[in-house]
């Protein structure tokens, strides 16, 4: 992956996208259309993504790929340049976060996976638990050769954790998002979403500013841009907050319908159809 040291400010828009879904094809490719076009497109732009994965699984999906603004990532808990420097990040509270842990064990004897920080030079925890349930046994397939998976008896939350995720089926997490919600309320952030490699969901907890749009809000204050300069694409529930804040918002073809509505254009691709690549491409062709 490539970067610029300096955020040129005579870029004239800012593209910022998420990555599964939006970006990435359903089988996590990055077609040489699509680098083609971003990298063409980062010369006469500023171009960033905005996503749920961590710095070390974006960068390993990315390679080859040109970025000139710092990255969002971890959902939002985590502002990094591509050359490792944290602009923010947004830790749980480890106590608080820990009783959690216990009161959903206590409610449905399920285990979470625990992202989280090992140092200043972004080295990652993912911690995940002796106990899955079928959905995170699925998921793990993916993570055979992740350097940064540690088995626990029972996982905890530590001193930098940016995320506990929980993935089952929908029954179970919205009966889990509800009670924990009601226990914690503001003192987290809940984002209770469908998990398409499965066919479940995924809950995801993270600290209340922890999003994607306190992060853009973040990323424009570093590079000295006004938010509506600002277009972003994507396709689920975690790109809705993102979608409002932004001065153009677009949904591929195949977001979720509450995407969709949010979004202030939905193109007519998807991404398996290159739909973001396509779109700055168009872009080009206008300037």
């Keep these: 992956m490539h970067s610029t040291q300096q955020v040129n400010s005579s870029l004239n828009k800012i593209y910022i996208t998420d ?45 080859g790929l040109t970025f000139n603004a710092p990255m969002i990532l971890l959902d939002g808990t985590l502002i990094a340049t591509p050359d490792k420097k944290i602009i923010d990040a947004k830790f749980l509270n480890t106590n608080a976060a820990n009783d959690l842990i216990n009161e959903a064990i206590k409610f449905d004897n399920i285990h979470p996976f625990v992202i989280g920080l090992k140092n200043d030079q972004l080295d990652e925890t993912f911690d995940f638990p002796l106990t899955q349930t079928p959905t995170q046994e699925k998921v793990l397939l993916n993570y055979r050769d992740d350097a940064r998976l540690l088995e626990f008896e029972k996982v905890t939350a530590k001193e930098r954790t940016f995320k506990v995720v929980y993935m089952a089926t929908k029954e179970r997490l919205v009966a889990l998002t509800a009670h924990l919600q009601n226990l914690y309320g503001d003192t987290f952030h809940f984002k209770l979403s469908p998990e398409n490699y499965t066919g479940d969901y995924f809950l995801t907890i993270v600290h209340p500013l922890g999003d994607k749009a306190h992060a853009l809000v973040k990323v424009c204050e570093y590079i000295g841009r006004d938010i509506n300069d600002v277009t972003v694409f994507g396709d689920s529930i975690n790109d809705i907050e993102m979608f409002k804040l932004a001065g153009h918002s677009l949904a591929v073809a195949n977001a979720l319908t ?30």
């Design 258 to 287: 509450e995407a969709k509505t949010v979004a202030k254009e939905v193109l007519s691709h998807t991404n398996d159809e290159d739909a973001v690549a396509k779109y700055l491409q168009q872009t080009m062709k206008r300037n």
């Design 19 to 63: 990555l599964d879904h939006t970006f990435l094809r359903s089988d996590l490719s990055v077609t040489p259309f699509t680098k083609e076009i971003w990298n063409t497109k980062a010369q006469e732009a500023t171009l960033s993504i905005a996503t749920a994965r961590s710095f070390y699984s974006a960068t390993k999906m990315l390679t």
